[in-house]
């Protein structure tokens, strides 16, 4: 089965400041990659996929991600980050029918 | 466009109690999940429908859990009888087709507490 390692369950940012989720999964096949957000009580949103072509995948908000498939790594970044980023942010694969999502990483951002 | 409509919200139960769970897709999405994210971790998919019909119920416990998608629109999942570990929150999301980069639609999920 894919698996997937968000490697940090939280990270402490300040405003403005740049910021890198890392993400692992583990295949020996082609894989669809996927970041989703998550706000407090609300459900999931995507922020970006990766299906084929460029590794660089840009989403909303101003994050992208870059797909590295030598490493299996699919990082979230974001050059500069708002409070308003402040939620639960999970990796997700999906090598057939179903999402395999990881732990997710906390981000809180401070003033 | 309406979102992915679920309820209720919130609910607690004793365990052995019964509970259901309702969703209601974005219109024309032919796939409907539901998920289980227990606190602390990602969400894991329970079951997953094709129009009326189910593509994948590995990971759904059959000896409690029941789920079902009548005339390929809305769906109840069922939990007779709850534990104590089923308290976790229930996801429910749609996507236009089954095909593997669609992007999923996420309600905002049924929150059970199971005391």
């Known amino acids: 089965a894919q698996s997937v390692t968000q490697l940090d369950s939280q990270v402490p940012v300040f405003e403005e400041a740049p910021v890198e989720l890392r993400c692992n999964y583990s295949?020996?096949?082609?894989?669809?990659l996927f970041w989703y957000v998550q706000y407090p009580n609300q459900g999931l949103q995507l922020l970006l996929k990766?299906?084929?072509?460029?590794?660089l995948v840009k989403g909303i908000n101003g994050f992208e991600a870059e797909f590295n498939k030598s490493q299996t790594s699919f990082h979230l970044r974001k050059p500069s980050v708002h409070i308003s980023d402040t939620a639960e942010y999970f990796c997700?694969?999906?090598?057939?029918?179903?999402?395999?999502f990881g732990k997710g990483t906390s981000l809180l951002v401070t003033p | 466009e309406a979102g992915v409509a679920q309820s209720p919200r919130y609910k607690i139960i004793e365990k052995r109690q019964s509970v259901a769970f309702w969703c209601n897709p974005i219109?024309?999405?032919?796939?409907l999940y539901w998920y289980q994210q227990i606190l602390g971790q990602g969400p894991k998919l329970l079951i997953q429908?094709?129009?009326?019909?189910?593509?994948?119920d590995s990971q759904l416990p059959k000896d409690r859990f029941s789920a079902e998608r009548l005339k390929g629109v809305d769906s109840t999942l069922k939990i007779q009888p709850a534990k104590l570990e089923d308290s976790a929150v229930y996801l429910c999301?749609?996507?236009?087709?089954?095909?593997?980069?669609?992007?999923?639609?996420f309600g905002p999920g049924t929150r059970l507490l199971v005391l």
């Open positions: 219109s024309g999405h032919a796939t």
């Open positions: 997700a694969v999906r090598p057939g029918y179903a999402l395999n």
């Open positions: 429908f094709q129009n009326n019909g189910v593509v994948d």
């Open positions: 990766y299906l084929s072509g460029s590794t």
């Open positions: 295949s020996s096949v082609s894989v669809y």
């Open positions: 999301a749609s996507s236009l087709s089954i095909g593997g980069g669609e992007t999923q639609y």
